[in-house]
């Protein structure tokens, strides 16, 4: 099964940033809380990222980058009343509001299925690449994320005739937007799109009682016309309220699709089987395969993520690949199902492949989360900005930049000293000489 015109999907990765810490800022997020002032390895966590993205590229996949952000972000404590000299302002906050200030400091941004949306040239109704920025209003921390993210994609991405780049959808509660993390593009054999997007609440429906729903099905709704995609091709469905309260914060925490295949919990949907019904209905040739939860609890899909795995089409003939944590390896019930799903013959899925991500597990991001979806023709990825795809050559480069810049142990309380804002600093100026992106930070413009 393949992709039209020349489509091929690219995985954009986000890099780790300088200031990775663990914080435990994402109510919600059950490993962000529970490794709450552990000490962190910002070098190792990057370096584990470039790892990664290089295994998916020796797949055959396109792979690229996108840069962290600044951090502590200084300009948001300086809107929220702080002022002097930087070393003033995080000297000011650090003793007037530590929590607040912590939040500025938030590596999180390398998360970039959070990052936006995307919608396929093919798929839209203009016939250009869609993007849109996640307001990620839900959590404080991320919310200061989009207007980087925004000139971050419009770096990469930036010819006018082909890209589209929208704003953020207003920072109001009907609208909460969590990015492609709550999205899915499924596809047969004709190339079409069907557009999955997944929420946890509305206006009519209850949510959950213990941890809150992030995306909304209004800001879903949005997202599809913004993209002008056929409203025919939308299938928009609620999270299981009892699963996102046991951790399961966003859709790709119990589910992933690639293609015509859906790897999905039995407890992942508030209508499971009505759900599945729809997918069917609008993509006949859907293989859904179905891990339940005498084989794997919810819980435990949280802890390994299973299904924060990315889900790839490898080599020619429709053959798939699953890219998991390691954590999912040394659970024994979950490379027991694993070894299962690729050992059946019922569906394309052939190969598993683990990979440590350790910095970034503890925090609660898995393979999954650390890439945004961009599918493009032979000619988009052209119009794209060459330097941010991922060679060999680039990925030496990185390596030796996070060695150059970043520490090897980070605690909380180090996000106070003032040098780790210039080593940031200078860590990203150079970086966006790397990838060519020019000042998209406040402190370079």
Known sequence: MTLPLSLAEANFDGIVGPTHNYAGLSYGNVASLSNEGSVSNPREAAKQGFTKAAFVAS??????????????????????????????????????????????????????????TVAPSCDALDGKVHF????????????????TTARALKAIFGNDERFVHHSALPQADLFG?????????????????????????????????????????????????????????????????????????????ISVGNGHVLLTHEFAFADQAGTLAALKTALPQLVVVTVRASDVSVEQAVKSYLFNSQLVSVGAGGAMAIIAPTESHDDPAVKATLDRIVADPSNPIQAVHFQTLRESMRNGGGPACLRLRVPLTDAERAAANQAAFFTPSLHATLNAWADRHYRTELRPADLADPKLLDESRAALDELTRILKLGSIYEFQR
């Open 132 to 147: 849109t920025a996640a307001n990620l209003r839900s959590m404080m921390h991320r919310s200061i994320e989009p207007p």
């Open 177 to 253: 937007d969590e990015g492609a993390a709550n999205h899915t593009r499924l596809f047969g054999p004709d190339g079409r799109g069907l557009h999955f997007f997944v929420y946890g609440r509305s206006e009519r429906e209850e949510g959950p009682k213990r941890f809150p729903a992030r995306q909304t099905l209004a800001a879903s709704q949005a997202i599809a016309r913004l993209h002008r995609l056929d409203p025919a091709r939308c299938v928009f469905a609620r999270q299981r309220a009892e699963s996102i309260d046991a951790g399961v914060f966003h859709n790709d925490v």
């Open 59 to 116: 797949l055959g996949i396109v792979q690229g980058f996108l840069p962290p952000h600044e951090r502590p972000h200084v300009p948001t404590l300086r809107a929220l009343g702080f002022s002097g000299s930087d070393a003033d302002v995080i000297a000011a906050a650090v003793k007037e509001d530590p929590i607040l200030f912590a939040r500025t400091c938030s590596a999180s941004a390398m998360w970039t299925a959070n990052a936006a």
